[in-house]
Structure formats: structure tokens, C-alpha cells
């Protein structure tokens, strides 16, 4: 189906553990983004993507990874979870052109203990 | 499912009303605004977007409008019905593509 996926949809890891969010997008948009969603904090932005093979920063991305390989995959990973790193993380894509509305998946649930 | 609306401003309204969401932006160089509407346990979703040479746009039940001099965006939702309850969030962005900054949002509960 096209669309914007994200896996798993919960995950429970432990501190220390490294652990893989993935997004899958289906329509080629050059534009991807991870958010993470904290209460009091609203959406944060962690790292984002203009197209296959480049990364930017954003707002808090210390202790997160990326890579983009891939204009489809835009896996987040965390190399050592922290119990501050639980959250509810979104990926996004978006063209980057003319309406640069994102679209959001539906989110994982995170939770480190 | 986990709540993103607790802590949050809170508008309570009645089905059938009319809601009106603030929003104070903080970017005076913005030149693209959106709402999003999110549910409980889902992603946010798109409303409406606005450019700055905007000050109104009108959607399906829906109004943004814009006041750039006090940087200001509302979302104005005609005839409010239960499955409108969500938060809403704005975002804004500037210069020809840039990532969007978004607000910390507004819980709407609309009661039958």
C-alpha cells in the first residue's frame, strides 16, 4: 500500500541496547524527517534528510543515528538507549517543493527501561 | 494508549459549535503556516496550510487565518462534531524549503 510505515509499532529495550526504528515511504518524496513526541515538549525534531545519502542535524540529535541509503528507507537508530530517550518517535516525508506540508506515520512507541 | 494531551491548553466545546484554536508563532521571517489535527495513538495529520501573503484561507469546515503583524495563526472550525476532538497543532516554516518548528498544541474536546 503507499504510504508512510513505521517498525515496530511498540518496542521495549533495555538501557544500553542499541535499537532501529525504521520508516518505509512509497511515494519517493526527497524530504524525510524523525520527530520525537514528549508531553510538554510537543514535536522535537531529531534528524532530517533532503534526499538519499544526505543527513542533517536538528534539534536534539544527540544520541540518535541515521542513515539514508536508500529515497524510500530512513532508519533511526539509537546507539545506547537511555531511559530519557523514551518517546513517541515520527517519521515524516515530505517533496520538498511547493506544499511542503509533511506527511506523518503513525509512530512508535518507545519505551527504554 | 498513551495520552500527548495531557499538560496541554484545553478548549472544551459542545457539538455543533464553532471552535477557534490559537496559535503564537515565534519566527517573525515564516512564510508558511499549517494546523495538523492529531488523534490519540495516531500520527499528526494535515489540515490547512497558509503562505504569508495570506491573511485567510478557506478549507472544508475550516478557517486559518494569519496575522503576521502580531504573529498570530488561528484555526476556525465551523460546526464542530465529536470526531473533531484531537489536538491541533501549528507549524512554521520559512525560505523556499526548510523543516518545520511546531507549536506545542491545543487539546479540542467536543462533547455531544
Known amino acids: 500500500d503507499a504510504g508512510i510505515t513505521q517498525s515496530p509499532r511498540y518496542k521495549i529495550t533495555e538501557t544500553g541496547r542499541q535499537v532501529t526504528l525504521m520508516c518505509h515511504q512509497t511515494w519517493s518524496h526527497s524530504y524525510m524527517f524523525w520527530y520525537r513526541q514528549d508531553l510538554g515538549h510537543g514535536l522535537r525534531l531529531i534528524y532530517y534528510?533532503?534526499?538519499?545519502?544526505?543527513?542533517d542535524k536538528g534539534e536534539v540529535p544527540d544520541g540518535y543515528v541515521v542513515s539514508r541509503s536508500k529515497t524510500e528507507n530512513f532508519p533511526l537508530t539509537l546507539e545506547s538507549a537511555t531511559r530519557s530517550q523514551t518517546s513517541v518517535y515520527f517519521c515524516a516525508s515530505s517533496t520538498g517543493t511547493g506544499e511542503v506540508g509533511y506527511t506523518f506515520g503513525s509512530g512508535t512507541r518507545l519505551t527504554v527501561v | 494508549g498513551e495520552s500527548v494531551g495531557l499538560h496541554l491548553p484545553t478548549l472544551s466545546v459542545q457539538e455543533g459549535d464553532n471552535s477557534i484554536i490559537n496559535c503564537a508563532y515565534s519566527n517573525s521571517a515564516s512564510d508558511y503556516f499549517i494546523w495538523y489535527k492529531q488523534e490519540s495513538g495516531k500520527g499528526p495529520q494535515f489540515i490547512i496550510d497558509i503562505r504569508s501573503n495570506m491573511d485567510k484561507r478557506q478549507g472544508q469546515r475550516v478557517t486559518v487565518l494569519l496575522n503576521k503583524t502580531v504573529k498570530h495563526l488561528s484555526l476556525q472550525i465551523a460546526a464542530t462534531q465529536p470526531g473533531d476532538s484531537a489536538v491541533y497543532f501549528c507549524a512554521e516554516g520559512f525560505g523556499g524549503y526548510s523543516t518545520l518548528t511546531f507549536g506545542k498544541g491545543t487539546m479540542l474536546l467536543v462533547s455531544p
Open positions: 534528510s533532503a534526499a538519499a545519502d544526505i543527513t
